[in-house]
């Protein structure tokens, strides 16, 4: 993993103006001529790599964004992951596209590696990188790169995204725009400043001795204990987008353990990580959503989810996948892990209550 450009990511949380230098190096390691986020709520925000942002100054302004059916694909993909053109249409397909045919090609562009992210708070999310039409589609390896960085650039866009890709002044402004619960913490997880909103949650997040915070969910406590532990450490295999459950076990929030890093403490102080509560509003997001937005599961690891929510069993699903059962049960182990789950039936009953309530 490249630590710096990991902390450039969480950096540019709140510091938006970090981010075109940060997609112009993570469009180099898909070698592509540069990278673009754009965010959509209520209205349209987005930002670009300094060397295509002329291009889609003019994608946007002249009315192509709205032709183009890329983010449409992107959007509605189940797995957790970026996916290119070939993914989703013949070069037949990619040669009469007008988007493509009349926009990209005459510019230079006609590939790209995109992945969406929809989150509960009604934020829509995409990442791409855009590579020139001489250097041919973007390859797996520079994929697999990519997916390397997407929970990352995921938790750190949702919080651009609710503050529109602009900087805050300070931390109070920057809670209080993110129209979330969030909580400012040191190391220790004692709590710096919390936003209004976190005060109203007393069912899920307590303030213990020394001004420590507590998720009353005791799992969900310890995986934050865990995460700001790993942070300390200077680790980056840890999980850091976990279930908080309610008195009843079921699913009331997904917590983000968001580190401060770099020129974020201008905004944040010397406070050491932002805590996001981001309400499960099962009425309008699909378990899928869910699993593939906010519990960092890797492409293998969602299909195995999918599969132990549907019913399946670990024989089946490896079968259905053409991959050793040894396989899925390591898949399903970190599946457990990041969603919380002791057993198989108890992640099979989380997203079975977090899908009960969603319209297909």
């Given at each position: 993993?490249?630590?710096?450009?990991?902390?450039?990511?969480?950096?540019?949380?709140?510091?938006?103006?970090?981010?075109?230098?940060?997609?112009?190096?993570?469009?180099?390691?898909?070698?592509?001529?540069?990278?673009?986020?754009?965010?959509?709520?209520?209205?349209?925000?987005?930002?670009?790599?300094?060397?295509?942002?002329?291009?889609?100054?003019?994608?946007?302004?002249?009315?192509?964004?709205?032709?183009?059916?890329?983010?449409?694909?992107?959007?509605?993909?189940?797995?957790?992951?970026?996916?290119?053109?070939?993914?989703?249409?013949?070069?037949?397909?990619?040669?009469?596209?007008?988007?493509?045919?009349?926009?990209?090609?005459?510019?230079?562009?006609?590939?790209?590696?995109?992945?969406?992210?929809?989150?509960?708070?009604?934020?829509?999310?995409?990442?791409?990188?855009?590579?020139?039409?001489?250097?041919?589609?973007?390859?797996?390896?520079?994929?697999?790169?990519?997916?390397?960085?997407?929970?990352?650039?995921?938790?750190?866009?949702?919080?651009?995204?609710?503050?529109?890709?602009?900087?805050?002044?300070?931390?109070?402004?920057?809670?209080?725009?993110?129209?979330?619960?969030?909580?400012?913490?040191?190391?220790?997880?004692?709590?710096?400043?919390?936003?209004?909103?976190?005060?109203?949650?007393?069912?899920?997040?307590?303030?213990?001795?020394?001004?420590?915070l507590h998720l009353t969910d005791r799992i969900a406590d310890k995986a934050l204990a865990d995460a700001l532990a790993m942070?300390?450490?200077?680790?980056?295999?840890?999980?850091?987008?976990?279930?908080?459950?309610?008195?009843?076990?079921?699913?009331?929030?997904?917590?983000?353990?968001?580190?401060?890093?770099?020129?974020?403490?201008?905004?944040?102080?010397?406070?050491?990580?932002?805590?996001?509560?981001?309400?499960?509003?099962?009425?309008?997001?699909?378990?899928?959503?869910?699993?593939?937005?906010?519990?960092?599961?890797?492409?293998?690891?969602?299909?195995?989810?999918?599969?132990?929510?549907?019913?399946?069993?670990?024989?089946?699903?490896?079968?259905?996948?053409?991959?050793?059962?040894?396989?899925?049960?390591?898949?399903?182990?970190?599946?457990?892990?990041?969603?919380?789950?002791?057993?198989?039936?108890?992640?099979?009953?989380?997203?079975?209550?977090?899908?009960?309530?969603?319209?297909?």
């Amino acid at each position: 993993m490249h630590d710096d450009l990991v902390d450039r990511i969480y950096e540019c949380s709140v510091v938006p103006e970090a981010w075109p230098a940060v997609l112009d190096d993570m469009a180099a390691l898909a070698g592509s001529s540069g990278g673009l986020l754009f965010s959509a709520r209520r209205a349209l925000n987005w930002t670009a790599s300094e060397r295509v942002a002329d291009v889609f100054a003019d994608y946007v302004n002249d009315g192509w964004f709205g032709k183009c059916s890329r983010r449409t694909c992107l959007m509605s993909h189940e797995d957790p992951a970026f996916f290119v053109e070939h993914d989703f249409w013949s070069d037949e397909q990619i040669d009469a596209d007008p988007v493509y045919r009349d926009f990209f090609r005459p510019r230079g562009l006609g590939w790209s590696a995109g992945t969406g992210l929809t989150v509960p708070t009604g934020d829509n999310i995409v990442f791409s990188v855009e590579r020139a039409f001489t250097a041919g589609p973007v390859d797996r390896a520079s994929v697999a790169r990519l997916n390397a960085l997407r929970p990352h650039l995921a938790r750190s866009a949702l919080v651009s995204a609710r503050l529109q890709l602009r900087r805050a002044a300070g931390a109070t402004e920057a809670l209080t725009a993110l129209q979330l619960p969030a909580f400012l913490l040191r190391e220790s997880g004692e709590v710096a400043e919390a936003s209004s909103l976190a005060r109203t949650l007393p069912e899920q997040a307590l303030w213990g001795a020394k001004g420590r915070l507590h998720l009353t969910d005791r799992i969900a406590d310890k995986a934050l204990a865990d995460a700001l532990a790993m942070l300390a450490s200077g680790g980056e295999d840890s999980v850091r987008s976990f279930p908080v459950r309610d008195a009843d076990g079921q699913p009331a929030s997904v917590a983000h353990v968001i580190p401060v890093r770099r020129s974020a403490h201008d905004v944040f102080g010397d406070n050491f990580a932002l805590l996001l509560l981001i309400p499960v509003a099962t009425e309008r997001t699909p378990s899928a959503t869910l699993m593939k937005s906010l519990f960092d599961l890797t492409p293998s690891e969602a299909r195995v989810a999918r599969g132990i929510a549907a019913g399946d069993t670990p024989e089946t699903i490896a079968a259905a996948g053409d991959v050793a059962i040894s396989t899925v049960r390591t898949q399903l182990r970190r599946v457990l892990e990041k969603t919380g789950c002791a057993r198989q039936a108890d992640l099979a009953a989380l997203l079975a209550r977090i899908g009960a309530t969603t319209p297909g």
